[in-house]
């Protein structure tokens, strides 16, 4: 089992920058792909970025490349979400899923992803 805690989010103007933390505790030893995703009122849950299982990609979707970065630090388990050039369209539940999916497809498909953390809010104001 692992636990998933995010943090981070809240309301910021269009333009802004939010940083999101996911806290990973329980069989963390074992290696997980770590994702991030985000779910949009009355939306579907999409895929925002992710690490591969191996940990050596990385993973954005089109609307997020070239303002969200990735990263993460191993000796904490926990893995960031920075948000720069906030639009209004990125207002969510922004949520941390690991898994191991074992393509790069596979790593942007919600469905592959065992352990959900419970989501924060995001709200980007115009």
């Known amino acids: 089992q692992v636990q998933l805690v995010e943090s981070g989010g809240g309301l910021v103007q269009a333009g802004g920058s939010l940083r999101l933390s996911c806290a990973a505790s329980?069989?963390?030893?074992?290696?997980?792909?770590m994702g991030w995703f985000r779910q949009a009122p009355g939306k579907e849950r999409e895929f925002v970025a992710g690490?591969?299982?191996?940990?050596?990609?990385?993973y954005y979707a089109d609307s997020v490349k070239g303002r969200f970065t990735i990263s993460r630090d191993n000796a904490k388990n926990t893995v960031y979400l920075q948000m720069n050039s906030l639009k209004p369209e990125d207002t969510a539940v922004y949520y941390c899923?690991?898994?191991?999916?074992?393509?790069?497809?596979?790593?942007?498909?919600?469905?592959?992803?065992?352990?959900w953390g419970q989501g924060t809010q995001v709200t980007v104001s115009s």
């Open positions: 690490f591969s299982w191996s940990g050596g990609s990385t």
């Open positions: 899923a690991a898994g191991r999916p074992l393509t790069p497809a596979q790593t942007m498909d919600f469905n592959k992803y065992n352990y």
């Open positions: 329980g069989r963390t030893g074992s290696r997980y792909a």
